[in-house]
């Protein structure tokens, strides 16, 4: 039931032993060497974006660069056939990201460049990954970013950010977007659910989108803004949607079909 990375065998065009999976989650995809002779590494998705290298080399470098900058903070974007010189990326949750080259020969490492030159690598609203119940049962798991400016506040305004697709996700890693980043720089908790038909958490979960379009799913949102209320995060009667694509449909819908619910409803390309 989820994407996971097998042998298979062509002589006998049968499937052969599991190479590497994630519990509860998907891989993403795998790459090959720069010759094509052997496995690279396989990325994956759980609250961020990780990649677990078989390739020994990048599998060292990527040990000693998490040494410097933090484990999870490091994304391996590119690098050379001799693993000389290597392009990464660093950003904690919340932090504008920034774009190092590493020399492995002279072990020095440079700023090549930043991700956003006015944000540089601000450490900006904090961001985590929550888990809520639904009211059927079932787990959610969501992106939770927090306006630093009412740090310990209690029962804030809130916007629910429904990702587009559906067949899509939302991730804790730095989105160049800056939606929830810039809400919650304005004062508002922000919330991204992966509801039922997200991808990434297995066939079952995507296929869960199937014919509970505006209805099943869009009881997912509102169970966001139950559980955040139930925690005293944000205040249920100060609750606003706003979204694109699908996510603009869910604005429309919850306008629609949740009036009273919600102070107010954002659809950017909806229907």
Not at 52 to 75: A, H, W
Not at 206 to 214: L, P
Not at 228 to 242: F, N, S, T, V
Not at 252 to 263: F, H, I, L, N, V
């Amino acid at each position: 039931g989820y994407r996971s990375l097998y042998e298979f065998d062509l002589s006998t065009m049968k499937l052969g032993k599991k190479v590497f999976g994630v519990p509860g989650y998907d891989i993403g995809g795998a790459a090959l060497t720069p010759d094509r002779s052997a496995l690279l590494g396989v990325t994956y998705t759980t609250g961020r974006e990780h990649w677990t290298y078989f390739d020994p080399r990048l599998k060292e470098i990527q040990s000693l660069l998490e040494e410097s900058f933090g484990k999870d903070n490091v994304l391996i974007a590119t690098a050379d056939a001799k693993r000389e010189t290597i392009l990464f990326r660093v950003a904690k949750m919340g932090q504008a990201e920034t774009w190092y080259i590493f020399d492995t020969v002279s072990g020095g490492i440079g700023r090549f460049a930043y991700g956003n030159d006015t944000l540089k690598d601000a450490m900006l609203n904090p961001v985590s990954v929550v888990t809520y119940p639904a009211s059927d049962g079932k787990k959610i798991e969501a992106i939770l970013t927090m306006p630093r400016h009412r740090a310990g506040q209690k029962n804030l305004p809130l916007i629910v950010l429904p990702h587009g697709g559906p067949w899509a996700r939302d991730r804790a890693d730095w989105d160049p977007y800056g939606w929830a980043q810039s809400l919650a720089e304005l004062g508002y908790v922000v919330i991204q659910p992966n509801y039922r038909g997200s991808t990434g958490y297995g066939q079952a979960w995507e296929a869960m989108s199937d014919g509970n379009w505006g209805t099943r799913m869009q009881d997912d949102l509102n169970d966001a803004v139950d559980y955040l209320a139930h925690e005293g995060i944000a205040d249920a009667h100060r609750a606003c949607i706003m979204g694109w694509s699908y996510g603009g449909y869910a604005a429309s819908r919850a306008a629609q079909r949740d009036g009273s619910r919600w102070r107010c409803a954002i659809s950017g390309a909806g229907v």
